[in-house]
Antibody, heavy 118, light 110 residues
Framework: QVQLVESGGGVVRPGTSLTLSCAAS????????MHWVRQAPGKGLEWVAL????????YYADSVKGRFTLSRDNSKNTLYLQMNSLGAEDTALYYC???????????WGQGTLVTVSS | QSALTQPASVSGSPGQSITISCTGT?????????VSWYQQHPGKAPKLMIY???NRPSGVSNRFSGSKSGNTASLTISGLQTEDEADYYC??????????FGGGTKLTVL
């Protein structure tokens, strides 16, 4: 069955960096676009970034553009989100999700929590 | 990348039907038949309920249906059940090749 397991979250200071990972199994990872979505405590879902199946294109929300970098290693079935210059507004539960055709998200992980605090 | 507009809350009694709207622009909802809907129970990951406006994934009850008219998409839940109480989000593909979320709607089953 499809499984997505996020890791790498934690408590970090403002201005620092963090890299999240999403390990995929149960499907042909290299055939699917992948998304990151975040949810601040008590708030709604916010789309963060998308990478095409072959990694050739990445797209970002304006709120993270220039600070976050999305990449993938199809040989390791793993998705990465490099987050730089973190601020309090980046505090959230970060989900990775599979995106058929990049237009909807059919399977989601359980999320990894990022807390940015001094 | 403005969020799609959803009502903050809707409510209904068991057995009734409710509809949640999701309003965007011609650059997202109105421009593509790529609206999807997600259910999120507290403390849980979102679950895909409808994709491409009106398609149900395998395993999703046929009490859930989707439609679209112009720049507004809608999710209808018929025969409301207590387990339907959750937050619901819409997503649309956009002309920027990204996706955009709605702000979410809290469904209360009275």
């Amino acid at each position: 069955q499809v499984q997505l397991v996020e890791s790498g979250g934690g408590v970090v200071r403002p201005g620092t960096s963090l890299t999240l990972s999403c390990a995929a199994s149960g499907f042909t990872f290299s055939s699917y676009g992948m998304h990151w979505v975040r949810q601040a405590p008590g708030k709604g879902l916010e789309w963060v970034a998308l990478i095409w199946s072959d990694g050739s294109n990445q797209y970002y929300a304006d709120s993270v553009k220039g600070r976050f970098t999305l990449s993938r290693d199809n040989s390791k079935n793993t998705l990465y989100l490099q987050m730089n210059s973190l601020g309090a507004e980046d505090t959230a539960l970060y989900y990775c999700a599979r995106g058929p055709g990049s237009r909807y998200l059919d399977f989601w992980g359980q999320g990894t929590l990022v807390t940015v605090s001094s | 990348q403005s969020a799609l507009t959803q009502p903050a809350s809707v409510s209904g009694s068991p057995g009734q039907s409710i509809t949640i709207s999701c309003t965007g622009t011609s650059s997202d909802v109105g421009g593509y038949n790529y609206v999807s809907w997600y259910q999120q129970h507290p403390g849980k990951a979102p679950k895909l309920m409808i994709y491409d406006v009106s398609n149900r994934p395998s395993g999703v009850s046929n009490r859930f249906s989707g439609s679209k008219s112009g720049n507004t998409a809608s999710l209808t839940i018929s025969g409301l059940q207590t387990e339907d109480e959750a937050d619901y989000y819409c997503i649309s593909y956009t002309s920027s090749r990204t996706v955009v979320f709605g702000g979410g709607t809290k469904l209360t089953v009275l």
